[in-house]
């Protein structure tokens, strides 16, 4: 028979499928219930030119397709290249497979694995710009097995488990403590010598410690609590990544009781929104109160800049590459009725949320208390070494948390390019653990180091180097 677009039937996606570029349609292939097939024709077809190298063009990249049976992932390659004792490129032959044998075991009535093998035998050649006939077969086998169905995801968690992967994972979590150590020692050293410093001159009589000159971060301590410039915008920043860190902590939650099984599709995604939509009453609530601590009077300006201060750029990048993906005709690209759904989110969850938080944060905020008393005109910043001015602290905060968790990266980012299964939550939450404690012992030395150089002006210092160390 001849198989045409117009038996192809689409399946409904779920929300984080979409997201997820998942567009999932009806094969062709019959693989009834412990019915076995041997070379059953699914179709047969003639091979225009264009078609011909639309599929050599696929085979050259290494295309494979990605089915599911119950739920259960199937990959394949489409063709191989026969590149074997010829070294000019224009000598290579193209080939198409045209027949697909499944292999499924079953326990009882569940089906607990299925695979797919290609005929290396069975081949259509597309080394030539000419009409080919194909016939495309597939054979089915079933086998029993004595593997529960509870367990039947364990072949694909496995692939993250393996000893060398595993040993890989412990060798960054032990580089991560090492660094953890360092700073540790590196910080106590810092802090005991400046107690040190302070028991010395608190222990002498009360005259000769009037006589003594101040230096360093004493020196400068009417300043210190000075409020920042673009309090509204850095109030925004504060709310908005204690929001994404209430997400992130969540989003490990759910990982680590198991919600994110493996090809369990569209999961994260569908977290990731309802997540961040119901968080962001926190967002509003931080916010708006360290806004009024500040002495700030615009409170709804300052409630609408949370609410784009993440949303907005993350908008514009969106418009960016749907428009990217739609040019490339991709499965990327987001359906119109799928951005509907998470406009009206947006505004009917997430918006609502954040005005109450913002509202919450207006009514239950406290005075701003300094310990010491503020100055009414800021002391001038001497001039600075410019291994102490921001850009190379903003490399120094990046580069330490970055040298802890690169190891873990590099896994993250090729579950997240699709051809590796990610499934150690429980260590990546280590390595997250330590990312922070990393992350707070790198800000408060930096943040030392700047005060004793007599440089007041902390505070967007410290949100900047924390946002360049996990960035």
Known sequence: MEWNLDHVKEKKEALGEV???????????????????????????????????????????DYYFQMYYDDLPIWGFIGKVDKEGKADPSE?????????????LYNKDRVIEISARMDPHLLVDLTEDKEVDAEFMYTVKWKETDTPFEKRMERYSMSSSLPHHLEIHWFSIINSCVTVLLLTGFLATILMRVLKNDFIKYGQDEEAADDQE??????IHGDVFRFPKYKSLFAAA?????????LTVFIFMLALVGVFYPYNRGAL???LVVIYALTSGIAGYVATSFYCQLEGTNWVRNLLLTGCLFCGPLFLTFCFLNTVAIAYSAT????????????????????????????????SRAEFQAPCRTTKYPREIPPLPWYRSAIPQMAMAGFLPFSAIYIELYYIFASVW??????????????FIILLIVTAFITVALTYFQLAAEDHEWWWRVLVDRFFSFV
């Open 19 to 61: 997201l997820n570029g998942d567009r999932l349609v009806s094969a062709p292939y019959k693989l009834n219930f412990r019915e076995e097939k041997d070379s059953s024709v699914v179709c047969k077809k003639k091979l225009s030119k264009d078609e011909v190298v639309f599929f050599r063009k696929a085979v050259e990249k």
């Open 92 to 104: 290579y032959k193209y080939y198409l497979y045209k027949h697909i044998q499944f292999d499924v």
């Open 214 to 219: 101040e230096t360093g971060w004493k020196y």
């Open 238 to 246: 504060l709310g908005s990544g204690t929001q994404l860190f209430t």
């Open 269 to 271: 995604f569908t977290a």
């Open 332 to 363: 990327a690209a987001l359906p119109f009725g799928t951005i509907v759904v998470i406009v009206l989110i947006w505004t009917l969850v997430t918006s609502p949320l954040l005005v109450l938080g913002g509202i919450a944060g207006k009514n």
């Open 418 to 431: 699709g051809h590796r299964i990610y499934t150690i939550y429980s260590i990546l939450f280590i390595v």
